[in-house]
C-alpha cells in the first residue's frame, strides 16, 4: 500500500487548501479513509474520516465545520479541502487507510504512515 499525500504550503489564516491523497496498491473504493496531522512537538491526531462509499463523515470537533473529506473512487484519491485555516492548523497532515471499522480513531486503527504533506498557516 502506498498513500502519497500532497498540495500542502505556506497560507495566511482564514485562506484554504486543498490537500490530495493519491493511494495504491490497495482497493481504494472498499476501505475507509482518513487524514491526520501532526503539529511541532505533539502528538499525531485524528482529523476526518470518510466511509467507503463516501456518504458518512467523520471530523474531530477542531475542524468541524471548516473541514471537508471527500473521495473519487474511480480516481483512487482522497482530499481535504480546508476552509477557513487557523495557525493551530499548522502541522504535517497524513492520509491513512482505516483498516479496523467506521467510527475509530485511533492512531492504531489506521495506517500504513506514509509521507505527509506539510501546511503551514501564518497570523
Known amino acids: 500500500v502506498q498513500l502519497q499525500a500532497s498540495g500542502g504550503g505556506l497560507v495566511q489564516a482564514g485562506d484554504s487548501l486543498r490537500l490530495s491523497c493519491a493511494a495504491s496498491?490497495?482497493?481504494?473504493?472498499?476501505?475507509?479513509m482518513g487524514w491526520f496531522r501532526q503539529a511541532p512537538g505533539k502528538e499525531r491526531e485524528f482529523v476526518a474520516a470518510?466511509?467507503?462509499?463516501?456518504?458518512?463523515?467523520d471530523y474531530a470537533d477542531s475542524v468541524k465545520g471548516r473541514f471537508i473529506v471527500s473521495r473519487d473512487n474511480v480516481k483512487n484519491i482522497l482530499y481535504l479541502q480546508m476552509n477557513s485555516l487557523k495557525p493551530e492548523d499548522t502541522a504535517v497532515y497524513y492520509c491513512?487507510?482505516?483498516?479496523?471499522?467506521?467510527?475509530?480513531?485511533?492512531?492504531?486503527?489506521?495506517?500504513?504512515w506514509g509521507q505527509g504533506t506539510l501546511v503551514t498557516v501564518s497570523s
Open positions: 491513512a487507510v482505516q483498516w479496523k471499522g467506521w467510527m475509530r480513531r485511533g492512531l492504531d486503527d489506521f495506517g500504513p
Open positions: 496498491g490497495v482497493t481504494f473504493s472498499r476501505n475507509h
Open positions: 470518510i466511509h467507503q462509499s463516501g456518504v458518512r463523515k
